[in-house]
């Protein structure tokens, strides 16, 4: 069955320090992978996405994520933290075999210190 | 409009009232997902539609849940009977053609007291 685990569950980091989320995915497949962010109160924003190509993605608000099939992985990094990116951040894999329910990790809720 | 509207933003019910939550998708967008969120955790997959159609309730917890969606526009995800193990927030997430990701609203915050 696919699954997606974010094994950081709370990070802090000062402003201004690098940043790096881990995701690991279990898929039968090349899958579809999604970084998203929600802020307290809010829906889901999309970040970035992988479907093909290129296995470093670039995304919204400065993210970008590094697509690794050998470690099942899809980490999110950020080279300078700003402390407006403070939320929580969501990990998904898409079944690219139908029409791409996604599966979510529990989240890492990112701190950001002045 | 601009966005995935839903609606209400927050819901308080009592145990045993029905509820029912609205979602306005993004005009044109054939796909159409709700999502239950609970506290503390990643949102979890409820059901499906491509326009009016149900193609997936997989995620569906009981048969006191229940969506439609009857002109491939505007859902309504209902629950009868609510339960306190029911609130969570309920997200409704729409896309054009469900390859380039989706929209989500902001959510409807249930409570059942």
């Known amino acids: 069955a696919q699954s997606v685990t974010q094994p950081d569950i709370h990070i802090t980091v000062s402003e201004g320090a690098s940043l790096e989320l881990r995701c690991n995915y279990s898929?039968?497949?090349?899958?579809?992978l999604f970084w998203y962010v929600q802020s307290p109160g809010q829906g889901l924003q999309l970040l970035l996405k992988?479907?093909?190509?290129?296995?470093l993605v670039q995304g919204i608000k400065g993210f970008e994520a590094e697509f690794k099939r050998s470690q099942s992985s899809f980490n999110l990094r950020k080279p300078s933290v700003h402390w407006s990116d403070a939320a929580e951040y969501f990990c998904a894999v898409g079944d690219t075999g139908g029409y791409n329910k996604l599966i979510f990790g529990a989240g890492t809720r990112l701190a950001v210190h002045p | 409009g601009a966005g995935v509207s839903q609606s209400p933003r927050y819901k308080v019910a009592k145990r045993g009232q029905d509820v029912a939550l609205r979602c306005d998708p993004i005009?044109?967008?054939?796909?159409l997902f709700w999502y239950q969120q609970a506290l503390g955790q990643g949102p979890e997959f409820l059901t499906y539609f491509q326009n009016e159609a149900q193609l997936d309730k997989s995620g569906l917890p009981s048969d006191r849940f229940f969506a439609e969606r009857p002109e491939g526009s505007v859902s309504t995800l209902k629950i009868q009977r609510t339960q306190q193990e029911d609130s969570a927030v309920y997200l409704c997430?729409?896309?054009?053609?469900?390859?380039?990701?989706?929209?989500f609203g902001s959510g409807t915050r249930l409570t059942v007291v």
């Open positions: 898929y039968g497949a090349t899958p579809y």
């Open positions: 005009s044109g967008h054939v796909s």
């Open positions: 997430a729409s896309s054009f053609d469900g390859s380039s990701g989706y929209t």
């Open positions: 992988y479907f093909s190509g290129d296995t």
